[in-house]
Protein backbone atom coordinates (compact mmCIF):
# COMPACT_ATOMS: atom_id res chain seq x y z
CA UNK A 1 0.00 0.00 0.00
CA UNK A 2 1.29 3.60 -1.03
CA UNK A 3 2.33 5.40 2.02
CA UNK A 4 3.54 9.16 1.38
CA UNK A 5 5.00 11.18 4.24
CA UNK A 6 6.22 15.36 4.30
CA UNK A 7 8.92 16.62 6.25
CA UNK A 8 9.09 18.32 8.28
CA UNK A 9 5.38 18.67 9.71
CA UNK A 10 6.18 22.56 10.65
CA UNK A 11 8.08 25.19 9.42
CA UNK A 12 8.35 29.05 10.52
CA UNK A 13 10.83 31.27 8.60
CA UNK A 14 11.70 34.89 8.29
CA UNK A 15 10.74 36.45 5.33
CA UNK A 16 13.30 36.20 1.79
CA UNK A 17 14.62 32.86 2.98
CA UNK A 18 15.09 29.95 0.44
CA UNK A 19 13.51 26.96 1.70
CA UNK A 20 12.80 23.55 0.80
CA UNK A 21 9.55 21.08 1.48
CA UNK A 22 10.04 17.29 0.94
CA UNK A 23 7.86 14.57 0.58
CA UNK A 24 8.35 10.71 0.30
CA UNK A 25 6.66 8.14 -1.08
CA UNK A 26 7.25 4.39 -0.51
CA UNK A 27 5.40 2.60 -3.87
CA UNK A 28 7.69 4.19 -7.10
CA UNK A 29 4.88 3.00 -9.67
CA UNK A 30 3.34 6.96 -10.16
CA UNK A 31 1.98 8.14 -12.87
CA UNK A 32 2.43 11.75 -11.57
CA UNK A 33 2.83 13.70 -8.79
CA UNK A 34 1.26 17.01 -7.26
CA UNK A 35 1.73 19.87 -4.95
CA UNK A 36 -0.96 21.71 -4.00
CA UNK A 37 -1.33 24.82 -1.37
CA UNK A 38 -4.04 24.96 1.38
CA UNK A 39 -5.05 27.79 3.26
CA UNK A 40 -6.97 27.44 6.62
CA UNK A 41 -10.33 26.28 6.03
CA UNK A 42 -9.97 26.27 2.32
CA UNK A 43 -9.72 23.75 -1.15
CA UNK A 44 -6.86 22.79 -2.43
CA UNK A 45 -4.86 25.27 -4.92
CA UNK A 46 -2.99 23.22 -7.20
CA UNK A 47 1.23 24.22 -7.78
CA UNK A 48 2.85 22.13 -9.94
CA UNK A 49 2.42 18.87 -11.37
CA UNK A 50 5.06 16.46 -12.55
CA UNK A 51 4.65 13.12 -15.13
CA UNK A 52 6.62 10.26 -13.64
CA UNK A 53 8.76 10.87 -17.16
CA UNK A 54 9.94 14.00 -15.45
CA UNK A 55 12.77 15.08 -13.58
CA UNK A 56 11.29 19.23 -12.36
CA UNK A 57 8.62 21.37 -12.78
CA UNK A 58 9.02 25.04 -12.32
CA UNK A 59 6.42 27.96 -11.98
CA UNK A 60 7.72 31.58 -10.80
CA UNK A 61 9.03 30.91 -6.97
CA UNK A 62 8.75 27.61 -6.76
CA UNK A 63 10.73 24.44 -8.48
CA UNK A 64 9.34 20.80 -7.49
CA UNK A 65 11.63 17.91 -8.41
CA UNK A 66 11.10 14.64 -8.74
CA UNK A 67 13.30 11.55 -7.68
CA UNK A 68 10.79 8.48 -8.97
CA UNK A 69 13.62 5.56 -8.02
CA UNK A 70 14.16 6.94 -4.49
CA UNK A 71 10.79 7.69 -3.67
CA UNK A 72 11.56 11.53 -3.25
CA UNK A 73 9.98 15.13 -4.31
CA UNK A 74 11.00 18.51 -2.87
CA UNK A 75 9.32 21.70 -3.44
CA UNK A 76 11.62 24.62 -3.43
CA UNK A 77 10.49 28.29 -2.80
CA UNK A 78 12.78 31.27 -3.38
CA UNK A 79 12.66 34.16 -1.54
CA UNK A 80 9.65 33.16 1.02
CA UNK A 81 6.30 35.99 1.56
CA UNK A 82 4.63 36.15 4.21
CA UNK A 83 1.82 35.10 1.19
CA UNK A 84 3.80 31.73 1.13
CA UNK A 85 1.90 30.92 4.73
CA UNK A 86 -0.35 27.95 4.12
CA UNK A 87 -0.15 24.15 4.57
CA UNK A 88 1.53 22.38 1.50
CA UNK A 89 0.58 18.94 0.30
CA UNK A 90 2.02 16.27 -1.84
CA UNK A 91 0.29 13.93 -3.55
CA UNK A 92 0.76 11.06 -5.58
CA UNK A 93 -1.57 9.47 -8.90
CA UNK A 94 -0.99 5.84 -8.62
CA UNK A 95 0.13 4.20 -12.07
CA UNK A 96 -3.00 2.12 -11.25
CA UNK A 97 -6.51 2.84 -10.30
CA UNK A 98 -7.74 6.62 -10.16
CA UNK A 99 -6.75 7.69 -7.19
CA UNK A 100 -4.67 10.23 -5.10
CA UNK A 101 -3.02 9.35 -1.96
CA UNK A 102 -2.02 12.53 -0.05
CA UNK A 103 0.69 13.28 2.52
CA UNK A 104 0.12 14.82 5.67
CA UNK A 105 1.54 18.07 4.71
CA UNK A 106 3.75 21.09 5.75
CA UNK A 107 2.57 23.60 7.91
CA UNK A 108 4.03 27.16 6.86
CA UNK A 109 4.64 30.14 8.44
CA UNK A 110 6.79 32.99 6.84
CA UNK A 111 7.71 36.21 9.44
CA UNK A 112 7.24 39.74 8.24
CA UNK B 1 -12.87 27.40 -16.76
CA UNK B 2 -10.56 25.34 -14.68
CA UNK B 3 -13.10 26.44 -11.39
CA UNK B 4 -15.02 23.29 -9.56
CA UNK B 5 -18.03 24.76 -7.58
CA UNK B 6 -19.24 23.35 -4.88
CA UNK B 7 -22.59 24.28 -2.87
CA UNK B 8 -23.69 25.00 -0.16
CA UNK B 9 -20.50 26.67 2.08
CA UNK B 10 -21.42 25.58 5.05
CA UNK B 11 -24.00 23.29 5.88
CA UNK B 12 -25.58 22.74 9.73
CA UNK B 13 -27.70 19.54 10.24
CA UNK B 14 -29.33 17.17 12.99
CA UNK B 15 -28.53 13.89 13.23
CA UNK B 16 -31.94 12.83 11.36
CA UNK B 17 -32.01 15.41 8.83
CA UNK B 18 -31.60 14.67 4.92
CA UNK B 19 -29.60 16.91 2.85
CA UNK B 20 -27.20 17.33 -0.26
CA UNK B 21 -23.94 18.46 -1.19
CA UNK B 22 -23.41 19.39 -4.79
CA UNK B 23 -20.06 19.45 -7.05
CA UNK B 24 -19.98 21.03 -10.74
CA UNK B 25 -16.78 21.12 -13.26
CA UNK B 26 -17.35 22.14 -17.03
CA UNK B 27 -13.71 20.99 -17.82
CA UNK B 28 -14.60 18.46 -19.78
CA UNK B 29 -12.99 16.04 -16.86
CA UNK B 30 -14.76 12.63 -16.46
CA UNK B 31 -13.16 11.62 -12.94
CA UNK B 32 -14.43 13.06 -10.19
CA UNK B 33 -13.62 12.89 -6.22
CA UNK B 34 -15.18 13.02 -2.78
CA UNK B 35 -12.99 13.74 -0.03
CA UNK B 36 -13.62 14.05 4.02
CA UNK B 37 -11.02 16.43 5.60
CA UNK B 38 -10.85 16.58 9.53
CA UNK B 39 -8.39 20.34 10.69
CA UNK B 40 -5.11 19.71 10.75
CA UNK B 41 -5.55 16.58 8.25
CA UNK B 42 -5.24 16.04 4.42
CA UNK B 43 -8.06 15.04 2.62
CA UNK B 44 -9.53 11.19 3.17
CA UNK B 45 -10.51 9.90 -0.29
CA UNK B 46 -14.14 8.42 -0.29
CA UNK B 47 -15.39 7.97 -3.67
CA UNK B 48 -14.24 8.20 -6.98
CA UNK B 49 -16.65 8.55 -10.12
CA UNK B 50 -15.15 7.44 -13.64
CA UNK B 51 -17.15 8.46 -16.51
CA UNK B 52 -20.09 8.38 -13.87
CA UNK B 53 -19.54 4.79 -12.73
CA UNK B 54 -18.44 4.54 -8.89
CA UNK B 55 -14.90 3.02 -9.68
CA UNK B 56 -13.55 3.41 -5.47
CA UNK B 57 -15.41 3.24 -2.56
CA UNK B 58 -13.66 3.40 0.20
CA UNK B 59 -15.81 1.69 2.53
CA UNK B 60 -17.56 4.24 3.40
CA UNK B 61 -20.49 4.31 5.43
CA UNK B 62 -24.05 3.58 3.86
CA UNK B 63 -25.04 7.14 5.48
CA UNK B 64 -23.22 8.94 2.71
CA UNK B 65 -24.79 8.22 -0.35
CA UNK B 66 -22.98 9.44 -3.94
CA UNK B 67 -24.62 10.42 -7.27
CA UNK B 68 -23.32 11.08 -10.71
CA UNK B 69 -26.08 12.39 -12.91
CA UNK B 70 -23.82 13.37 -15.72
CA UNK B 71 -20.70 13.96 -16.20
CA UNK B 72 -20.74 17.67 -14.92
CA UNK B 73 -21.91 17.07 -11.35
CA UNK B 74 -21.60 15.21 -8.49
CA UNK B 75 -23.90 15.27 -5.06
CA UNK B 76 -23.03 13.42 -2.18
CA UNK B 77 -26.52 12.32 0.08
CA UNK B 78 -26.10 12.72 3.31
CA UNK B 79 -28.79 10.84 6.17
CA UNK B 80 -28.70 10.38 9.83
CA UNK B 81 -25.04 11.73 10.08
CA UNK B 82 -23.07 11.33 13.71
CA UNK B 83 -21.60 14.40 15.28
CA UNK B 84 -18.06 12.88 14.02
CA UNK B 85 -18.88 13.13 10.73
CA UNK B 86 -18.64 17.31 11.22
CA UNK B 87 -15.83 17.66 8.56
CA UNK B 88 -15.00 19.80 5.08
CA UNK B 89 -16.14 17.81 2.17
CA UNK B 90 -13.83 18.47 -0.70
CA UNK B 91 -14.58 17.81 -4.34
CA UNK B 92 -12.34 17.34 -7.04
CA UNK B 93 -12.21 16.39 -10.59
CA UNK B 94 -9.21 15.55 -13.26
CA UNK B 95 -8.91 13.67 -16.41
CA UNK B 96 -9.57 9.97 -16.30
CA UNK B 97 -6.12 8.51 -17.26
CA UNK B 98 -7.61 7.38 -20.34
CA UNK B 99 -8.53 10.79 -21.44
CA UNK B 100 -4.91 12.52 -21.72
CA UNK B 101 -1.48 12.42 -20.01
CA UNK B 102 -1.88 14.69 -17.90
CA UNK B 103 -3.86 14.29 -14.64
CA UNK B 104 -4.32 17.28 -13.02
CA UNK B 105 -6.94 17.15 -9.56
CA UNK B 106 -8.65 20.54 -9.25
CA UNK B 107 -10.49 20.74 -5.82
CA UNK B 108 -13.58 23.22 -5.17
CA UNK B 109 -13.80 25.45 -1.93
CA UNK B 110 -15.33 22.69 0.02
CA UNK B 111 -18.79 22.69 2.35
CA UNK B 112 -18.47 22.81 6.27
CA UNK B 113 -20.68 20.32 7.32
CA UNK B 114 -21.59 20.48 11.19
CA UNK B 115 -23.67 18.02 12.60
CA UNK B 116 -25.29 18.66 15.63
Known amino acids: KQEVTQIPAALSVPEGENLVLNCSFT??????LQWFRQDPGKGLTSLLL?????REQTSGRLNASLDKSSGRSTLYIAASQPGDSATYLC???????????FGPGTRLSVLP | DTEVTQTPKHLVMGMTNKKSLKCEQH?????MYWYKQKAKKPPELMFV???????INESVPSRFSPECPNSSLLNLHLHALQPEDSALYLCASSPDRGQEVRVEQYFGPGTRLTVT
Open chain 1, 50 to 54: IQSSQ
Open chain 1, 91 to 101: AVFLAYGQNFV
Open chain 2, 49 to 55: YSYEKLS
Open chain 1, 27 to 32: DSAIYN
Open chain 2, 27 to 31: MGHRA
